[in-house]
């Protein structure tokens, strides 16, 4: 375990105004973009596997509840197509209950190495429950036990406590355990989608498609 002396000491927040890099990118234009978002970022997805990152799937979950309070997570996409951007979790965390009351998600893809990022906004939706129980029996063993030992947010007394549960529960399922009633899918189906490409001086690539009607407009944001 690195010392505590390898981490940034208070004072090293004097220094915080310095840190910055400067982004040199391949132009990102209007006529090199694909028709649909969807087909643009599986396209930037492929760069973003294809360049070695570590877990190109993590992406950054924000809901906010009924009362206005944002909340963000790391969560991983476990699906996309023409029909939004899926993920799974438990519906009684705070994301799942912030979707049950205010059903709205915006994702970021923070694909720094590569100097792109991609933020989705959109309206949510739960996936049909046989799509999250195909998912489900897909997981490892362990990930399926700790998707019933864990209520999700919730504080808990201690880490024995939270083991004893999963040994209790493996002991109950030693092979299969079921879909929990309370886990499954949401799919973000997208209003807009932003593309965001690192340049120069700050002058960064931004181009937004956003959905009227049954079309999608492409238009460029200032950095």
Same mark, same amino acid.
């Given at each position: 375990?690195?010392?505590?002396?390898?981490?940034?000491?208070?004072? =090293?927040? =004097?220094?915080?105004?310095?840190?910055?890099?400067?982004?040199?990118?391949?132009?990102? &234009?209007? =006529?090199?973009?694909?028709?649909?978002?969807?087909?643009?970022?599986?396209? /930037?997805?492929?760069?973003?596997?294809?360049?070695?990152?570590?877990?190109?799937?993590?992406?950054?979950?924000?809901? =906010?509840?009924?009362?206005?309070?944002?909340?963000?997570?790391?969560?991983?996409?476990?699906?996309?197509?023409?029909?939004?951007?899926?993920?799974?979790?438990? $519906?009684?965390?705070?994301?799942?209950?912030? &979707?049950?009351?205010?059903?709205?998600?915006?994702? !970021?893809?923070?694909?720094?190495?590569?100097?792109?990022?991609?933020?989705?906004?959109? *309206?949510?939706?739960? !996936?049909?429950?046989?799509?999250?129980?195909?998912?489900?029996?897909?997981?490892? $063993?362990? *990930?399926?036990?700790?998707?019933?030992? *864990?209520?999700?947010?919730?504080?808990?007394?201690?880490?024995?406590?939270?083991?004893?549960?999963?040994?209790? #529960?493996?002991?109950? /399922?030693?092979?299969?355990?079921? !879909?929990?009633?309370? /886990?499954?899918?949401?799919?973000?189906?997208?209003?807009?989608?932003?593309?965001?490409?690192?340049?120069?001086?700050?002058?960064?690539?931004? !181009?937004?498609?956003?959905?009227?009607?049954?079309?999608?407009? #492409?238009?460029?944001?200032?950095?």
């Amino acid at each position: 375990m690195p010392s505590t002396r390898e981490y940034l000491s208070v004072d =090293s927040a =004097s220094h915080l105004p310095g840190l910055r890099h400067s982004y040199e990118g391949e132009p990102l &234009l209007e =006529s090199g973009m694909a028709a649909d978002p969807v087909t643009q970022f599986a396209l /930037w997805f492929a760069d973003a596997v294809a360049a070695g990152l570590p877990e190109p799937n993590a992406m950054v979950v924000a809901t =906010s509840s009924a009362g206005g309070r944002p909340s963000a997570r790391t969560v991983l996409l476990k699906g996309f197509d023409e029909r939004g951007f899926v993920f799974f979790t438990n $519906y009684e965390s705070r994301k799942g209950r912030d &979707l049950g009351e205010n059903p709205r998600a915006c994702l !970021l893809f923070p694909w720094h190495p590569i100097r792109r990022q991609v933020r989705v906004e959109g *309206s949510v939706v739960r !996936l049909p429950r046989e799509d999250s129980a195909a998912y489900f029996h897909s997981r490892p $063993y362990g *990930s399926r036990i700790g998707a019933w030992a *864990s209520r999700q947010s919730a504080v808990v007394e201690s880490r024995e406590q939270l083991d004893a549960r999963f040994r209790e #529960l493996a002991e109950r /399922w030693p092979q299969d355990p079921p !879909l929990p009633d309370f /886990w499954g899918g949401f799919r973000v189906v997208p209003a807009e989608v932003e593309f965001w490409q690192g340049q120069t001086d700050r002058m960064h690539d931004r !181009l937004r498609y956003r959905r009227t009607g049954g079309t999608w407009t #492409l238009e460029r944001l200032a950095p």
